[in-house]
C-alpha cells in the first residue's frame, strides 16, 4: 500500500494526541532521540513481522498513549510560574468565623500568612415606631413635612393628611412613600389586632448606617408632626459598624466585608472572642487535582488499551506487566498521596483519593513525588520514551537472525521503529 494511503487509512483508526509544548524539541533533545533509536537498532535482532493494518493501527495507538501520558506527567513535573505546584490559593482555617476571596487582579504569591480578630460585628439600625389606634383619625388635616439624615445626606419628604384617612391608612401610604423612595431604609406597618392598634417600623438596608427623622412643617393648629406622632426616631437597635484586627491593624468596615492591601476579601461572619482565624496562603488543591486527574485519565485510557490488545496479541501482555510492575513497585508511595493502584481487580487502573491528595498538596510531598528530578518521574519518563521510540517491541514478530556483537556494529535506523519507516510524522 503506498505511503500516504497508509496514512489516510490509519489516520482514523488510531487516537491521535494533540500536540503539547513537549512535542517541540531541542536540537540535543533530538539529537538524544537519534541515537537512541540507533542503540535499540544495534542491538536488538532482526524480525519478521506480519504487518498487517491491525497491527500498525495497535501499534501506532500505543505510541500516541503512551506520548500523551508522558506529556500529562511533564506538565505535573513543570516547575514555572504556570505550573500545577506554582499556583496558590488563599484560604481561611476556619471559614465559618471568616471567610476569603481573591480579588480579580491580585496575585496569591505576595500574601503572607495573617491572622483576623474580629471583635465586633456590623448590624443595621431598627426603629420601632409608636403604636396608635388604627381606625382612628389622630393627625389635623393638612401638609406635613419632614426630612431624613442618612450617610450624610438629606432627603425632604411632603406628606399630605386629610380627614378621611384613619392612622392605618396614614402609616401604610407613608410606608409605601418610604419604600418608593429608596433612599436605603425598608418600612413595614405591624398590627395588633387585638387591641387594634397598629405602628409604622423602619429599618436601614444597610449595616454600620444611622439614620434619624426630622419634623420640619406641620399645619396650623398643631404641633405633633409626622416623625412625633409615628414615633420614627424611636431606635430599637442602633447601626454598628464591624471592628477586626487585620494582621495587627484595626479596622472598621459599615459592612461585613473587608478589602485588604494585597486584594483580598474577607467576609467577617461572627466575632471570635478574643481568638484570631488564619487566612493561609497554600498550594491551590484544585489546580493540581485538575492535572492529576488528566494524567490519571489518560493512564487508564493507555493501560486499557493495552489490556484489551492483549487479549489477542501476545506481546501486548508484556507492555500491560511491565506497566503493572512498574506502579505496583510505585504503589506505597502513590497511595500515600492519594493515588490509589488496585491491580488485584485485574485492571491495573489509576484512581484518586481526594482527601488524601488534598493532605499530599499541603504538606509538598506530591509535589515532591513528580519533580522532574524525582526518581518516579524520571523512571516512568523513561519507560514511556521507550515504549513511544519502540511501540515495535509490543507487536507479535518472529525473530529472524540475532545481532553479532563482536564485529562492529551494524546500525539500521527503522528496523526498531518500522513506524517511523511506515509513515512521517513530527513526533521524533
Not at 33 to 38: A, E, P, Y
Not at 119 to 125: R, T
Not at 366 to 389: I, N, R
Request: overall charge negative.
Amino acid at each position: 500500500m503506498p505511503l500516504l494511503s497508509v496514512y489516510n487509512n490509519l489516520i482514523h483508526g488510531y487516537v491521535m494526541s494533540r500536540q503539547t509544548r513537549y512535542d517541540s524539541h531541542k536540537r540535543s533533545e533530538l539529537s538524544d532521540i537519534h541515537n537512541r533509536i540507533r542503540k535499540l537498532s544495534a542491538e536488538q535482532p532482526l524480525y519478521k513481522i506480519n504487518f498487517d493494518e491491525e497491527a500498525q493501527e495497535y501499534t501506532l495507538t500505543v505510541k500516541e498513549y503512551a506520548m500523551g501520558v508522558a506529556a500529562a506527567v511533564k506538565d505535573l513535573a513543570n516547575g514555572e510560574a504556570e505550573g500545577a505546584f506554582s499556583r496558590y490559593a488563599i484560604k481561611s482555617d476556619n471559614p465559618a468565623y471568616v471567610g476569603v476571596e481573591v480579588l480579580e487582579g491580585s496575585d496569591p504569591k505576595k500574601t503572607e500568612d495573617f491572622g483576623v480578630e474580629v471583635e465586633k460585628l456590623s448590624s443595621h439600625q431598627f426603629n420601632v415606631g409608636n403604636m396608635v389606634e388604627s381606625k382612628t383619625n389622630s393627625l389635623v388635616s393638612g401638609q406635613y413635612n419632614f426630612k431624613v439624615e442618612i450617610e450624610g445626606n438629606f432627603y425632604s419628604f411632603q406628606f399630605n393628611v386629610s380627614g378621611s384617612n384613619d392612622n392605618r391608612e396614614l402609616q401604610t401610604k407613608l410606608a409605601d412613600f418610604i419604600n418608593k423612595t429608596k433612599v436605603g431604609l425598608r418600612a413595614e406597618v405591624v398590627t395588633d389586632r387585638e387591641n387594634g392598634r397598629s405602628g409604622l417600623n423602619l429599618e436601614a438596608k444597610k449595616d454600620g448606617v444611622d439614620f434619624i427623622f426630622t419634623d420640619t412643617k406641620t399645619p396650623e393648629g398643631t404641633n405633633s408632626g409626622i416623625v412625633d406622632f409615628f414615633g420614627l426616631n424611636n431606635v430599637r437597635n442602633k447601626a454598628e459598624k464591624t471592628v477586626a484586627v487585620v494582621d495587627g491593624e484595626r479596622i472598621e468596615s459599615e459592612d461585613r466585608k473587608i478589602v485588604t492591601s494585597k486584594g483580598l476579601l474577607l467576609d467577617i461572619k461572627r466575632e471570635t472572642n478574643g481568638n484570631k482565624v488564619m487566612i493561609r496562603k497554600i498550594a491551590d488543591d484544585e489546580s493540581v487535582f485538575r492535572k492529576v486527574s488528566e494524567f490519571v485519565r489518560k493512564y487508564n485510557e493507555f493501560i486499557n488499551y493495552v489490556k484489551d490488545g492483549a487479549l489477542t496479541r501476545r506481546a501486548s501482555k508484556k507492555l500491560w506487566y511491565e506497566m503493572n510492575n512498574f506502579f505496583t513497585k510505585e504503589k506505597e508511595t502513590l497511595e500515600e498521596n492519594g493515588i490509589m493502584y488496585d491491580f488485584a481487580a485485574g485492571e491495573g487502573n489509576l484512581n484518586i483519593d481526594r482527601e488524601k491528595m488534598a493532605s499530599a498538596v499541603q504538606n509538598g510531598t506530591l509535589e515532591k513525588l513528580f519533580k522532574a528530578d524525582s526518581e518516579m518521574t524520571g523512571a516512568l519518563l523513561k519507560k514511556l520514551s521507550d515504549v513511544t521510540l519502540n511501540p515495535m517491541e509490543y507487536v507479535d514478530k518472529i525473530v529472524v537472525v540475532y545481532p553479532n556483537t563482536k564485529n562492529n556494529l551494524s546500525y539500521n535506523p527503522y528496523i526498531t521503529s518500522l513506524y517511523s519507516g511506515m509513515m512521517y510524522n513530527n513526533y521524533c
